[in-house]
């Protein structure tokens, strides 16, 4: 991928040194902090990288490497930086009416649904879904596990406060999704915050997890893994897969993000449901 | 009454005065008294004191006279004498005063007495009478004379008594004029003194008084005036004080309302300087004021877009019961009614219940309410509201006037920056929002580039084939016209050959059988020659019957290999594996070959290194036989030299043509000569059957030419391979690799297709059967060889010869046979003859593509029903999956995709369909379930009760049984629990089906015995087929891949260390707390389940006998690290032993872990055998406590 994105008119010489750079830069993250992103994808990291630099106003990349070395409260701004995080209550409504539609009849056949949702970044997600189950009636036999690399995004959103300044968007998105009753029934917006509800926040657990070193934690009968593949390198890719894959119960549900395709060679044990929208379902035995 | 000082000062100097006049007075009084006595004394005694002298002298003289008178005898003297009488007598007479009269008169009488008698003697003296008369009148005169002498002294005798009376009258009279004089003297001093004193200390109190309150003046305090404790000139200089004072006060008072309100609006000014919130600002401002103006609570309301004023600030409201409303609209209540004014609004008389100031010592009701409007730009823009316990003054009426604009302006400019700043805010978040998503779309992009990079790649890739095709199609059709033609031809050969292969086994078999008879005769004869029963022949002789037999017995093994040859050229060799020792293989190299090259003159040497097993499991029979055809070989073209065996392994040099072999496992067997040498061209050709290199050769040495070719196919067979090096001239080594262990697919099947070797195939021989076979189909001829008529088979449609050969051993490594069409129309022929299970079709044939061949095959109802998968390296799963096909897979791919390809075409196992058990009461849903399930063509009973249900599985056996929980007799988990008593492990798999909303401990219960549970809801047909195919699946793919190992661990056997322990597993997953349960059940642990960190707790609470707990760390309610921290503040379970089990594996999550409590921390997914060694460590050390304690 990264061979690829590389833009021909740069001079390759440089850009090798640059590369080398951002892959010392990681490897020496990793080392010193455990957090493992020698396997993003190379053009994405290296953006990311520089962002980190351009931001930090160091001179060079070997000055920010030995910043993040000697300061841990300068590592967790990088890493902010280096991570993306972008989300939002009911973005992308016609994958949640096709959750609504296709994968929540399969759900109530469940005595108790485990949701994981893998990078969940600031929360929003894990509360479009927790707010989808509830109208749904399923909400009290539903159990989210929303994990994510950053423990500042968790903090966020375990708080479950959101910004109202795309409140339209919000609504609109909600309206889209399918949903049936007015957003106020969910969350209370003031003082130009949206705040979800106390009983919303009950069955989900936030958790800091990292899916490239980690192991999975349960059985689950639906995975969200949005727009998180995207920024990884293939190999890296091709393993995150396998531990989704294999967290999930037979029959289960893996909604991945727009541009983020199910190899169609049957390599996986997946078939997909909603191609469009992205969601697969788990084929075979676990 | 008022009396001044001078008043008093006057009475004090009259009153000294007075006392004076009276001292004086007195004491003149008394000094009177005393002159008068002193006067007395001078009167009476000092006369007396002169009269007596006198006297005496008179009548001295007196005597004298008229002694001289008798001298002098003059009678006239005497008369003159007598004359004096008179003069005594009135000084006598003078004297009468102050002498005794008594004592005058005797006195006088005396005198008078004397005079008479001295008279009388006298003149009788002078008359010169003499005679004893006289002398008594003498004498008498002298009597007389001396009583007049007496008297006198007694009559002028001082009285001594009496003077000192006077004496001490008047010495008692000075003594009391003293003491007058004292006492009058002390008494005016003692009231002088007391009057100065009374009008001095009054005086001095007054100063005093006046003093103290002009210093108090002075250093300002003006609460208490002077005290006026007189009325008098200081009194009213106390009131002036006073006057003045109050005057004082009241400037100062002044000058402090002005400071205060001076400081209280800077106080205000600096409280709100500074950037801060609208609501920091409201809420410092009434906290200042309610402070300022000695408020108890206050609010702030301030004016909202909509004109609403809404509750921005509280100060010690909260207490009040509820807080202030959030909310006031223009002119609503009292605050929207103040917004509406201009002035402040004071309502004084507040009813006792209007509001309630609390705090911690009481409550009260405020006495007035205050509003202050703040107004800025003619629009008000918030309003104060103050409650006060005091009643609403002038000052703080000023204050809160004063800085009402102050208020205004900061609230206004609080709010002005406040959106400034929350728009700045707002724009940063939204650059970087945008950012954000930038960096997601570029992400998106670079994936979308990479696809379609990929889709080039494919693209390219794609039409260059297509040119290739092309070009293809266009040599295909002359190569079709040649095809024609040779087919004729070939069709003519294929007879003949038919017939030449007839005649070739009628010749093997005819040939071998007449070999065979003599061959006994002389094999049974030498052996009986060997045995040497007479004892007459030489143990040389012995020995060379013994080679005679030994020899025989090779040479029916070479006419045997012949028959092999055949065998396994057609694909019916067997082998027999067992251990081989290395030992035996060498000492029979030996035996055999040390005469034979002792015969030719030739060294011969058998090493067998170190190092090496003592045996191998291969198949003897054809180890011999390769060794002895390469033994043989290499001794019969060597003329001179040595030819050696040596057993070593396999150099890590070594290389194989067959790619999925390793040098690591291998075992060589390297035959050296020193003979003729093979040319390198001819290396093919040595290995040919009846064939040597040398035409002449043939004649020179005779022989068969079979042994290399046999070598080679043996040594294939047995998993190994055959490699020459040879120099011409120089000598060849032979080097057999075979493995150390037995290659799986030798193990597993006897299919000659098991030596397929891709290699083989491109060498053009022909040599595969299992290749060649099929191919026989595309000439039109039957298939000689596999596989037989009804056995199970795979068909391959594929034109790659080497991407068909690696699967094709594959599929043999799943054991199924298999045959090759490499292009459609055979396909197609070949599933219409055969019946084969299942298709395997590549979409680019040579003759027709995977499309039509997949029509085909669907329109022809023969071959319909066989499941069909693509694989293909064109991706068009859509499209094939729409076709019907079981499986769409794109190469390139990996082993494991052939296997599950495989899986999926051909459910192994599946010689008895699995049987279903239905359990429902309604039989409606009875009805449809047993419906879905005989679509499926599973063989299905159905029961309406338990009791029935259970009758039934304890006389047939189930594999699967459907179980609805609401049954009439019995609970759908009792049931259950009662089956798993009564049949253990063997009991059917469950599925529940329920309409019961089933809580979440009803289905942590049900879950440790059902494989799915299904509530009817949403799409539970679907759901309830998926599970059902699911268990077929997984029934049809063997027991070995059902179960419980299938979920993780392997179970171990029971071991002593842990039978009985009791262990607590804490995991919300229960696929996880299954797999551990199991494996530490299968040890004979005791193992007590909780799914989260509550439960635990109430477990270890419930139950104390846990030895150790394996805790979870993420999980809903209370995750494990709480958990821990809490089992470990409780002092009982400091030493108890916790294994931390996490799927968080990144740096510090084992400390984490280790901090929280945790003894030990082991990452998921769980290796069995290091959690059994960690409780075994845990429990030893516990154990050991327990024994300490």
């Not at chain 1, 609109?172 to 049936?180: A, F, K, Q, V, W």
């Not at chain 2, 008879?517 to 029963?533: C, F, G, Q, R, V």
């Not at chain 2, 088979?793 to 069409?821: H, K, R, S």
């Not at chain 2, 059902?1028 to 190992?1045: E, H, I, M, T, Y």
Request: glycine share 8%; net charge negative.
């Amino acid at each position: 991928v990264a061979d690829i994105a590389v833009a021909p008119t740069r001079a390759p010489a440089q850009d090798d040194v640059t590369t080398i750079e951002v892959r010392l830069l990681l490897e020496a993250i990793y080392e010193r902090y455990g957090y493992d992103l020698r396997g993003y994808a190379a053009a994405s990291i290296g953006r990311r990288v520089h962002l980190a630099l351009a931001r930090s106003g160091l001179s060079d990349l070997g000055a920010l490497q030995h910043r993040l070395l000697t300061d841990p409260d300068a590592f967790v701004r990088v890493l902010g930086d280096l991570t993306v995080q972008v989300t939002g209550l009911f973005r992308d409504p016609d994958f949640y009416r096709a959750i609504r539609e296709r994968v929540v009849p399969m759900l109530r056949t469940y005595p108790l649904i485990n949701v994981w949702l893998a990078g969940c970044a600031t929360g929003e997600e894990a509360y479009s879904m927790a707010i989808l189950l509830r109208e749904e009636g399923l909400y009290e036999r539903s159990q989210i596990y929303a994990t994510d690399l950053s423990a500042a995004a968790l903090e966020r959103a375990k708080e479950g406060v959101f910004p109202a300044e795309d409140l339209a968007a919000i609504v609109d998105g909600y309206g889209r999704s399918g949903g049936g009753d007015t957003l106020e029934a969910h969350a209370t917006v003031a003082y130009g915050q949206l705040a979800i509800k106390e009983s919303l926040r009950r069955n989900i657990l936030f958790f800091q997890h990292d899916l490239v070193s980690d192991h999975v934690f349960g059985e689950m009968q639906v995975v969200f893994c949005r727009n998180v593949l995207i920024y990884f390198g293939r190999a890296l890719r091709d393993r995150v897969m396998r531990k989704l894959c294999e967290s999930l119960c037979s029959g289960g549900f893996l909604c991945l993000g727009a541009s983020e395709r199910m190899a169609a060679d049957g390599r996986e044990p997946f078939s997909e449901l909603a191609p469009n929208e992205r969601i697969y379902r788990r084929t075979g035995a676990p | 009454m008022r009396v001044t000082i001078r008043s008093k000062l006057a009475a004090i100097v009259v009153a000294a005065v007075l006392a004076l006049v009276v001292l004086i007075v007195g004491t003149n009084l008394i000094a009177n008294r005393m002159q008068a006595e002193l006067e007395t004394i001078q009167g009476r005694y000092l006369p007396k004191m002169d009269l007596g002298p006198r006297l005496e002298a008179d009548f001295e003289r007196a005597r004298r006279a008229f002694q001289d008178a008798v001298g002098s005898h003059d009678l006239d003297a005497v008369n003159e004498a007598r004359d004096r009488k008179g003069a005594i007598l009135d000084e006598l007479a003078a004297a009468r005063d102050f002498l005794d009269p008594a004592q005058a008169t005797a006195l006088r009488e005396a005198i008078e007495g004397y005079f008479t008698t001295a008279f009388d003697v006298s003149r009788r003296l002078v008359g010169g009478e003499t005679g004893e008369a006289l002398v008594g009148a003498m004498a008498a005169m002298q009597a007389k004379q001396a009583l007049a002498t007496d008297r006198l002294k007694i009559a002028t005798r001082l009285d001594r008594g009496e003077l000192r009376e006077a004496f001490g009258t008047i010495a008692r009279t000075q003594t009391t004029v003293g003491r007058v004089r004292l006492v009058l003297s002390a008494a005016c001093l003692a009231l002088v003194i007391s009057l100065a004193v009374w009008v001095g200390s009054g005086v001095l109190r007054s100063l005093g008084a006046v003093d103290d309150g002009l210093r108090r003046f002075g250093k300002g305090d003006f609460a208490r005036p002077i005290a006026v404790v007189s009325r008098d000139e200081l009194g009213d200089v106390a009131v002036q004080a006073n006057q003045m004072a109050d005057s004082l006060r009241q400037l100062m008072a002044e000058r402090d309302r002005r400071d205060w309100l001076k400081n209280a609006q800077a106080g205000l000014v600096r409280e709100l300087r500074g950037e801060l919130e609208p609501e920091e600002v409201a809420t410092r401002a009434v906290r200042f004021l309610a402070r300022a103006v000695e408020a108890p609570a206050g609010a702030l309301y301030t004016a909202d877009a909509d004109g609403s004023f809404r509750l921005a600030a509280e100060h010690a409201l909260a207490s009040a019961g509820g807080g202030a409303p959030a909310r006031f609209r223009m002119g609503e209540g009292l605050v929207g009614q103040a917004a509406r004014q201009e002035d402040l609004t004071v309502v004084s008389d507040v009813p006792p219940d209007y509001m309630r100031v609390r705090s911690g010592t009481g409550e009260g009701a405020p006495r007035a309410i205050v509003l202050v409007p703040l107004p800025h730009a003619s629009r008000v823009v918030g309003v104060l509201e103050l409650a006060m316990f005091k009643p609403w003054s002038e000052g703080a009426a000023e204050l809160v006037s004063s800085v009402r604009d102050t208020l205004a302006i900061a609230i206004v400019v609080a709010r002005a920056r406040a959106a400034t700043r929350e728009l700045l805010a707002a724009t940063q978040r939204q650059a970087e929002r945008l950012a954000a998503q930038e960096e997601e779309l570029r992400a998106n992009n670079d994936e979308l580039a990479a696809q379609e990079e990929e889709l080039r790649t494919a693209n390219t890739d794609l039409s260059q084939r297509t040119e290739e095709l092309e070009a293809q199609r266009q040599t295909l059709a002359q190569r079709n016209a040649d095809l024609d033609e040779a087919r004729v031809r070939l069709e003519q050969r294929a007879a003949e050959l038919t017939t030449v292969s007839a005649y070739k086994s009628q010749f093997l078999a005819n040939m071998s059988h007449e070999l065979r008879t003599p061959l006994n005769s002389m094999l049974l004869l030498s052996n009986l020659l060997a045995e040497n029963e007479d004892g007459r022949l030489t143990p040389r002789q012995v020995e060379f019957a013994r080679t005679i037999f030994s020899a025989g017995k090779d040479l029916l093994a070479l006419i045997n290999q012949v028959l092999d040859l055949a065998k396994v050229e057609s694909g019916h060799q067997e082998v027999e594996i067992g251990p081989v020792p290395l030992a035996d293989l060498a000492e029979r190299a030996r035996r055999v070959f040390t005469p034979l090259a002792r015969d030719k003159g030739l060294a011969f040497a058998v090493t067998v290194a170190a190092g090496l097993p003592d045996a191998i499991p291969t198949d003897r029979r054809r180890v011999e036989q390769i060794l002895t055809n390469l033994l043989g070989n290499a001794i019969k073209f060597t003329m001179k030299g040595e030819v050696t065996l040596r057993i070593e392994p396999a150099g890590a040099d070594a290389r194989f043509r067959r790619s999925d072999l390793e040098p690591g496992g291998f075992i060589a067997f390297v035959v050296c000569d020193t003979g003729l040498g093979i040319a390198p061209e001819d290396f093919e050709r040595v290995f040919a059957p009846f064939e040597q290199v040398d035409a002449a050769a043939d004649r020179r040495y005779g022989g068969t030419g079979l042994g290399l070719g046999i070598a080679r196919e043996l040594t294939a067979l047995l998993g190994g391979e055959l490699q020459l090096r040879s120099t011409l001239g120089a000598g060849s080594t032979f080097t057999c690799f075979l493995p150390r262990r037995p290659p799986a697919q030798l193990a597993a099947s006897a299919a000659p297709a098991a030596i397929v070797e891709p290699s083989d195939a491109q060498s053009g021989r022909g040599r595969s059967p299992a290749a060649s076979s099929p191919k026989a189909h595309a000439s039109g001829s039957p298939a000689a060889a596999a596989p037989g008529p009804g056995e199970p088979f795979l068909l391959l449609i594929e034109d790659d010869p080497v991407f068909a050969a690696t699967f094709g051993e594959v599929i043999e490594g799943q054991g199924f046979t298999y045959l090759l069409a490499t292009n459609g129309q055979t396909g197609l022929r070949v599933a219409r003859e055969r019946r084969p299970k299942g298709i395997i079709l590549d979409v680019r044939l040579p003759d027709m593509d995977g499309w039509r061949v997949m029509e085909k095959l669907r329109a022809d109802p023969s071959t319909a029903s066989i499941p069909v998968h693509f694989i293909s390296a064109l991706d068009a799963s859509e499209r094939g999956l729409a076709m019907g096909a079981v499986g769409y897979l794109t190469k390139p791919v990996t082993r494991r995709d052939l296997v599950s390809v495989i899986e999926a075409l051909v459910p192994r196992a599946g010689e008895r369909s699995a049987r279903f058990l239905v359990v429902e009461d309604d039989a409606f849903t009875a009805d449809s379930i047993v419906r879905v399930l005989e679509a499926e063509r599973l063989e299905t009973r159905r029961v309406s009760s338990a009791e029935a249900a259970l009758a039934v599985l304890s006389r047939e056996r189930f594999d699967c049984m459907i179980l609805d929980l609401s049954l009439a007799d019995m609970s759908g988990l009792d049931l259950l629990q009662a089956l798993r008593e009564q049949q253990g492990g063997a009991a059917p798999k469950v599925v529940v089906y329920t309409a019961r909303a089933l809580s979440r401990p009803e289905t942590k219960a049900l879950e440790a015995y059902a494989e799915a549970i299904v509530l009817k809801d949403g799409s539970s047909v679907e759901r309830l087929l998926d599970e059902v195919r699911l268990f077929v699946r997984r029934f049809q793919s063997g027991p070995g891949r059902d179960g419980a190992p299938s979920r993780g661990l392997e179970p171990a056997p029971p071991d002593v260390r842990f039978e009985g322990r009791k262990v607590l597993v804490v995991d919300d997953d229960m696929r996880t707390v299954y797999a551990l349960s199991a494996t530490l059940r299968a040890k004979g642990i005791e193992v007590v389940v909780a799914d989260t960190g509550k439960a635990a707790l109430e477990a270890l609470e419930a139950r104390s006998d846990i030895e150790i707990v394996l805790m979870d760390i993420m999980m809903p309610e209370m995750d494990g690290y709480e958990a821990m921290r809490r089992i470990r503040a409780d002092a009982r379970f400091g030493a108890l032993p916790i294994i931390a089990l996490t799927a968080k594996a990144m740096k510090g999550d084992a400390e984490k872990c280790v901090e929280a409590g945790a003894s030990r921390y082991l990452p998921k997914p769980i290796d069995a055998d290091r959690l059994l060694a960690l409780i075994a460590t845990c429990l030893g050390g516990a154990g050991e406590a327990r024994a300490r304690g």
